[in-house]
């Protein structure tokens, strides 16, 4: 058996009937040419060559008398594929709307707990011709990162499959009806180890708090109290609701080098460009509704605490509130001032990740934890206390060439996530071979008309692009936002904030090209 770490179980007693816990994915397949065969059967027939590859596949949970503790993994020894793996065909016309509101529909229900926590769906009837895979899995057993990893077992880079060696047989008996006494011995057991990894940890927590509400001063260099920036609450919005179980999904995709084009010239990352073109999407949307607030929206923004190749699955995250800088009108602007917000997260961040627990004691959890997360479903709480943050917004690094399912070729690789209660959208994006795949998943009531949200994804992806490559080469943007414009000594003026250059660079970029060619024709004309 395999304990659930603190973390990952959180996962488990949190989940409501409006929060369902599990996340998934959307792709759309393209059909090798002239194929006339049964893809769904074909398709079963290659899952089941491969589930073992991942463990998720395979497990399930054993939970713990009266929950005291955290459940255990323990090996399915008779998995029930037909379950697992379900065959749809939607009706005419089979649009990509009516896709999404059948990927709304299947997210929307809850995995069931005596199974391993997977489901996929094999989905026909697309009036394109190609086939929709959805997946779902737990949140308990799988992160955004490890997802990944997942992936690299159900998927495969050729047309044609590498061979995939049989697992071992071996007959085990049925773990899931462990006895009480060794269940309750294993969950003791494992909770003195919780404690004693906790009382380990004290060191470097106190450091890391000691660092953040006491930090350096730059000038000084004595340490002084002061409360993190980033700490701030958000504006209510018609998205801080408390939420159903009924979801919403919408999917957009966008080139992937227009986005690292974009970073590159401006100097900032990659997911300060999605955050900018989430920002002004939102902007635009709860605009449609009469909502302007006057503080800048907050996001919440999942940040990866796993080391570098380690693909273990479970879940090793935390979050950072950003600034998505919605009161300013400049899109560029908004840009610089994300960027700026983004560091201070990041280096936040940075300072107490060592002191961040992924697993902790256990002992009477399960009951507290579910029964707190009833009560702050039922009670409304959430369309009262004021928002730390308006939206989740994630962005998960994926593969940067083809993937195929069963000898098919994937077109789209869009990701499907969770919304809960106080924070009714969840925005996921991925990168996959050369696009990068939004995935808006949101509460129905709350976000109806999620389609225009990803329109208007689409749309800000583009204007944003327009500004900064349309009119301004990257060199001096890049120079501009690394190195401010000093003053002339003589005036000692204090340099401008990099937000206020990043834009006045890229439209100083913009007219200079003209300059320079009308200067070069003048000195044609005069030779």
Not at 82 to 95: A, E, F, L, Q, S
Not at 256 to 263: D, G, I, S
Not at 285 to 301: E, I, N, R, S, T
């Amino acid at each position: 058996m395999i304990h659930l770490s603190g973390m990952d179980a959180s996962f488990l007693h949190l989940e409501t009937p409006e929060s369902p816990m599990h996340v998934g994915s959307l792709q759309l397949i393209d059909l090798p040419a002239g194929y006339e065969g049964d893809f769904a059967e074909d398709a079963k027939k290659y899952l089941s060559g491969r589930l073992h590859l991942a463990s998720v596949f395979v497990r399930k949970l054993a939970m713990m008398p009266f929950d005291l503790a955290n459940p255990v993994w323990v090996d399915d020894d008779d998995l029930d594929l037909d379950h697992h793996i379900r065959h749809v065909i939607m009706p005419r016309p089979g649009t990509m709307a009516q896709l999404e509101r059948l990927v709304g529909r299947l997210h929307s229900t809850l995995l069931d707990r005596s199974r391993p926590l997977w489901e996929i769906y094999i989905i026909e009837g697309l009036q394109t011709g190609q086939v929709a895979l959805y997946s779902k899995m737990h949140h308990a057993a799988i992160d955004g990162q490890a997802g990944v990893a997942v992936a690299k077992a159900l998927f495969d880079i050729s047309a044609t499959p590498a061979p995939v060696k049989a697992p071992r047989a071996n007959r085990r008996p049925d773990s899931s009806q462990l006895g009480m006494a060794e269940l309750a011995s294993a969950a003791l057991s494992n909770t003195v180890q919780q404690y004693v990894k906790l009382i380990q940890s004290i060191p470097a927590t106190a450091k890391a708090i000691t660092s953040v509400l006491l930090p350096v001063s730059e000038t000084t260099g004595k340490r002084s109290f002061e409360l993190p920036k980033g700490l701030k609450t958000a504006p209510r919005t018609p998205l801080n609701v408390s939420i159903t179980n009924q979801r919403s999904f919408a999917g957009r995709s966008v080139p992937l080098a227009e986005v690292k084009q974009m970073a590159k010239a401006t100097n900032t990352s990659l997911n300060d460009i999605v955050l900018a073109i989430c920002a002004g999407a939102l902007k635009r949307y709860l605009a449609d509704y009469g909502c302007k607030p006057a503080k800048p929206l907050m996001a919440g923004v999942p940040v990866s605490l796993r080391s570098e190749g380690n693909t273990d699955l479970n879940n090793q995250v935390s979050v950072m509130l950003v600034s998505l800088a919605t009161d300013i009108s400049d899109p560029l602007e908004r840009l610089a001032a994300i960027h700026e917000s983004s560091s201070e997260g990041k280096k936040l961040t940075g300072n107490v990740k060592a002191a961040i627990p992924t697993d902790f004691p256990s002992l009477g959890v399960p009951s507290l934890m579910s029964g707190l997360a009833s009560l702050y479903g039922r009670s409304g709480l959430a369309d009262k206390l004021p928002p730390m943050a308006n939206v989740a917004i994630s962005n998960v690094p994926g593969p940067s060439f083809p993937l195929y399912f069963a000898g098919a070729k994937l077109a789209t690789y869009f990701p499907v996530s969770i919304p809960g209660h106080g924070l009714a959208l969840n925005m996921t994006v991925q990168s996959y071979n050369g696009s990068l795949e939004f995935g808006l998943t949101a509460c129905r009531r709350a976000v109806p008309d999620i389609a225009d949200l990803g329109d208007y994804v689409v749309a800000e992806h583009k204007k944003l692009f327009g500004l900064i490559v349309g009119q301004a080469a990257a060199a001096p943007v890049a120079a501009a936002v690394a190195a401010p414009v000093a003053a002339p000594a003589a005036k000692k003026r204090a340099a401008p904030k990099k937000k206020k250059v990043v834009a006045k660079a890229v439209r100083a970029a913009g007219t200079r090209a003209p300059r320079k060619a009308a200067a070069a024709k003048r000195a044609a004309a005069l030779n």
